[in-house]
Each structure stands twice: as structure tokens, then as C-alpha cells.
């Protein structure tokens, strides 16, 4: 239970900082939430996609997209405490280093969680999107999602050369996985180098899984796939997604190993 008190006590600092930076922070709660509703609204009723109205195809899509903003979160509140030397501080407590990593990455990852609820709340209202139809497996594909992001964005940050750099490198890597990992679109559609990777970046499994458990039907066995999808039960739905599922423990398991080679308490270089 102390593991828990020293995490739960990490979180709060993590969010009492995070908010302190308005620009920043703003930015992680205001821009994902504000692009997945207007696009997922302006483009109710304009004809059909995989047999799904086109705002009600997308919903699903842009959960994965918010989740994706999780790197974004917690890749630039390392970088930039580990700077300020908010880590070195840290570690000169009682805190264990696991507990400190977990409040972090829990940190990072509530933003987004609460997105995720608008999102199918409004989603409901605005465009009337059926409730999901197995919420277990969207919680599955969510918590697996926040996961796998929280320990890349972890790993990724020991690599990053300062905290005043790392937005300008982690915003175009979010766009290029939300651009092929089928947010807007069916990955058929994408390029043909594209559809060679999509079905491999972290952010294409956890699309695959939440558009399955809310729409019912399997967008998991073949994502290159657009029409004739078959429709999924309760558990046929997770034996579908059973390939996406382990893929993003792979990613999970790299990520850790990353983490563990290249994440630094300390600055790269000294002021």
C-alpha cells in the first residue's frame, strides 16, 4: 500500500505542475478534444463510410487519437523536469523510482481519459452514435493504449536533447501515427508504404481494437479491409483482436526496454 500512497502522491504533484504551465497544458487538453469533435461532427451525414455513417465511423478513430496524445503529455513533462532537475530532487526522497514513472505516466494519461469520455458522451448527443458494443474489450483497448504510450513516451524521452526541443520533435511523430494508423480513414486508403507500416505503429492496434468494441464489427483481422466486415459477438470481438492485443504488449515490452537503456534522471548536458 506505501507503493500506492508514493504513486497516488507523485500524481498530484505531476498535475499540480502540469497545470501550472496554462500554455502547455492547454495545448494537451484543448487541441486533441477540440480537432475530434469538429471533425467527427462536421463530417456526420456526409455519406457512408465501411457502412457506417462517416462522423459515427470516425468516433471510434479519434478515441485512439486522444489516446495518442498521451506521448505528447508525458514525452514533454520528462524532458522538461528532468531539465529542471525535478527528477534529481525526487529521487533524494522516499519515493521508489517506479512510483515516481507511474505517477507520471498516470498523469499524462487522465487528460486523455477524460477525453475519452466526452468523446462518447458527445458522440451520443451531437451525432447519435450508438453506445458501445462491448465495453469491455474499449476498456481493454483504452487502458492497453494508455499503456503502451505512457512507456514509449518514457523511453522516447531519454533520447530527447532538452525539454525546449521535445514538442518540436514528438508533434510531427503523433501526426505521422495518426495519419497512418486509420483515425480518419480506412487504411486501404492510405499510400501503398503506408499500409506496409500502419498495421505495425502502436497507434494502429489500439484504433483497431476500440473501433471493433464499439461498432461490433472486426476491423482487427484485416485492417487493410473497408467493406464486408463481419459482424462480432461479445467474445468473437476479442478473439478478433487478439493479433492487435499482442501487438501492443510487444510495444509495451520495447518500450520498458527502452526505458530502462535510455531514460536519464538527469540532464544530458550541464547547464
Known amino acids: 500500500m506505501s507503493w500506492f500512497r508514493f504513486t497516488y502522491s507523485q500524481f498530484l504533484l505531476s498535475q499540480r505542475v502540469y497545470w501550472r504551465d ?104 451531437a451525432i447519435d452514435a450508438p453506445m458501445p458494443r462491448n465495453p469491455l474489450l474499449l476498456l481493454v483497448g483504452i487502458v492497453l493504449g494508455a499503456l503502451a504510450f505512457s512507456l514509449l513516451a518514457i523511453g522516447l524521452s531519454g533520447l530527447l536533447p532538452s525539454g525546449e526541443v521535445s514538442t518540436w520533435i514528438v508533434t510531427p511523430v503523433i501526426l505521422l501515427m495518426m495519419m497512418t494508423s486509420g483515425i480518419a480513414m480506412p487504411i486501404s486508403s492510405l499510400p501503398g508504404w503506408a499500409q506496409h507500416i500502419a498495421p505495425y505503429l502502436p497507434s494502429s492496434p489500439v484504433v483497431e481494437i476500440v473501433r471493433t468494441a464499439y461498432l461490433g464489427r472486426d476491423f482487427a483481422s484485416d485492417p487493410a479491409a473497408s467493406d464486408h466486415l463481419a459482424t462480432v459477438g461479445f467474445v468473437a470481438s476479442f478473439q478478433a483482436c487478439a493479433a492487435p492485443i499482442g501487438l501492443l504488449c510487444a510495444w509495451m515490452g520495447l518500450s520498458f526496454s527502452m526505458g530502462k537503456r535510455f531514460f536519464r534522471w538527469d540532464p544530458r548536458r550541464s547547464a
Open 22 to 125: 496554462l500554455g502547455f497544458a492547454l495545448t494537451g487538453a484543448l487541441l486533441p478534444l477540440g480537432l475530434s469533435l469538429a471533425y467527427t461532427v462536421s463530417r456526420h451525414g456526409e455519406g457512408e463510410i465501411a457502412g457506417f455513417d462517416t462522423g459515427v465511423y470516425l468516433l471510434p478513430g479519434f478515441i485512439g487519437f486522444v489516446l495518442l496524445w498521451i506521448v505528447y503529455n508525458v514525452i514533454n513533462s520528462a524532458a522538461t523536469r528532468r531539465d529542471r532537475l525535478v527528477y534529481k530532487r525526487l529521487r533524494g526522497t522516499p519515493l521508489p523510482d517506479t512510483a515516481i514513472l507511474a505517477g507520471e505516466a498516470a498523469s499524462g494519461s487522465v487528460t486523455s481519459m477524460i477525453q475519452v469520455a466526452i468523446l462518447i458522451v458527445a458522440g451520443a448527443v
